[in-house]
């Protein structure tokens, strides 16, 4: 169950905002703009499916809770996110240089067999868990964290704790919905342990 509410709170709640008001029934727009990348021409159709298990998470982590969510929950959520962001900053860079052969046909020829191949070279962004910088598409002033363009120790701060305090927002709104959706229910899983003397 604590596993559930550590896959980015914050990532969840505000994908599924950015996700559900791009849809054309509401604005059409991301207002967030932090699923706005769901609409980049670059973004491969994998990424887009994957980025699924922002909206079936929260709901699958309270209906097998019976809607109960623990304190300990969301302390291992700030733990979880701390080593998700270092890690990430750490391993994984901000964009992979990669060669591309693209397939060209001579001017002049009809004949499709005729093809010259082309390297290009494309960059592949990457800034996982905006380990690196904030995505271009996000313009809320309170989220701007990179605009001074400041020292590695200083953007992980600033990006931290205001990932910690919308993961308590969403943390205590989860606790709010399991309440009032699993009023009168106490089912509580609990694990399974066997008596042996």
Partial sequence: MHAGIMFGVFGIFLGFAGILTHHPCFSGKFPVGVAKYLTWPQTTWATRVTCTHHLWTLPLLLSTSGGQVPPSALGL???????NVCLSRA???LDVNQSVRVPQIQAGSNNQDEKNFKLIKQSKYLNVNLSHELWKDIKIGILQI???NPPVFLYLFRLLWRWQCFNTIVYFTLVLLGKVAFAGNHHVCKPIVSNID
Wanted: hydrophobic fraction near 60%.
């Fill in 146 to 148: 990179n605009y001074d």
């Fill in 77 to 83: 959520s700030f733990v979880f996110m701390v080593l």
């Fill in 91 to 93: 391993m994984i860079p």
